[in-house]
């Protein structure tokens, strides 16, 4: 008994130990840079600057059948499945657009990187593009992201938007920030652009 108890004991301050190590970790990886042009209650108002994505397009309609398949894809070529096996860092955080019509993940490139320094994937469906500059507004909530958490949230914040009459444009996307074997400290967002005109309260 006193050693399954020793065993549980060590068990448990190793998986303290990892939750620490990948909590750091997320919190030294490059996040997208964007500026908070107003803070709200339940929400706040970002712009975010022109970036660059590598994108996957998929026909999937919810997050767990775009999510798995779309990371390899992705992950795929920042790790090296590029015409120069070039290791590309990975950011944060993870940009999910998940509709009816045609749904896409992208991975957001390191601040360093642009369209013409990108090495071309080797997989044709991963697209390099540029994405412009935009005001959004967003919503967080935390654990682990699932499609009822998703549609919970779109709906929430498109109705604290449509009281406050800022009009929307475009889909509900959702933004991952953490590894899956990050049990703790888990940040998700749903964004959506706007129309901005200095909106005060």
Do not use: C
């Amino acid at each position: 008994m006193k050693k399954l108890r020793i065993a549980l004991i060590v068990l448990f301050l190793f998986f303290v130990l990892f939750q620490s190590i990948v909590i750091m970790a997320t919190n030294k990886t490059e996040e997208q840079k964007y500026s908070v042009i107003q803070k709200e209650k339940n929400f706040e108002i970002r712009f975010y600057p022109a970036a660059t994505f590598a994108t996957i397009e998929s026909k999937a309609n919810n997050y767990r059948d775009l999510s798995s398949p779309g990371f390899r894809k992705l992950a795929g070529y920042i790790f090296g499945n590029n015409e120069s096996s070039v290791h590309i860092s990975m950011t944060s955080p993870v940009h999910m657009d998940v509709n009816d019509t045609l749904s896409t993940m992208s991975f957001v490139m390191p601040s360093a990187y642009n369209k013409t320094n990108l090495p071309n994937p080797k997989d044709e469906s991963v697209k390099i593009q540029e994405v412009p500059d935009e005001f959004v507004a967003v919503i967080h909530f935390g654990g682990y992201a699932n499609d009822e958490k998703i549609k919970f949230y779109s709906e929430k914040l498109g109705n604290i938007l449509y009281e406050k009459g800022i009009k929307t444009i475009g889909h509900f996307r959702f933004l991952g920030y953490n590894p899956p074997y990050q049990f703790f400290g888990r940040r998700n967002e749903i964004i959506v652009s706007i129309e901005w005109n200095n909106f005060s309260k």
